[in-house]
Nanobody, 121 residues
Framework: VQLVESGGGLVQPVGSLILSCAAS????????MSWYRQAPWKERDLVST????????NYADSVKGRFTISRDNAKNTVYLQMNSLKPEDTAVYYC???????????????WGQGTHVTVSS
């Protein structure tokens, strides 16, 4: 199983970035996908989630209206479009997959290695 994030970098305030997370080694379309972020000296927080079947989404209050999560099951990829970026969005962004395996009656959780996003002028 592999989750590989990309698209991070340095961006000026009010700029935009698109993060991608390419998945392999599991049935991507069956997994609920999420983006988390961890700022220096802080805990890892949930940013956004998109469900498997219906593609329902939810967002942290701090990013509502600015970030958009989406997925392309044909490409096994989940995206995070980030607009109107603020310095406080600076963090390492992680991709997470939650995959329920019915025969085991448990959820398998997979994490990517993260991609750095720095918002600074």
């Amino acid at each position: 199983v592999q989750l590989v994030e990309s698209g991070g970098g340095l961006v000026q305030p009010v700029g935009s970035l698109i993060l991608s997370c390419a998945a392999s080694g599991f049935t991507f379309s069956s997994a609920t996908m999420s983006w988390y972020r961890q700022a220096p000296w802080k805990e890892r927080d949930l940013v956004s989630t998109i469900t498997n079947t219906w593609g329902n989404t939810n967002y942290a209050d701090s990013v509502k209206g600015r970030f958009t999560i989406s997925r392309d099951n044909a490409k096994n990829t989940v995206y995070l479009q980030m607009n109107s970026l603020k310095p406080e969005d600076t963090a390492v962004y992680y991709c997470k997959a939650d995959l329920y395996v019915s025969r085991e009656r448990r959820v398998h959780v997979y994490w990517g290695q993260g991609t750095h996003v720095t918002v600074s002028s």
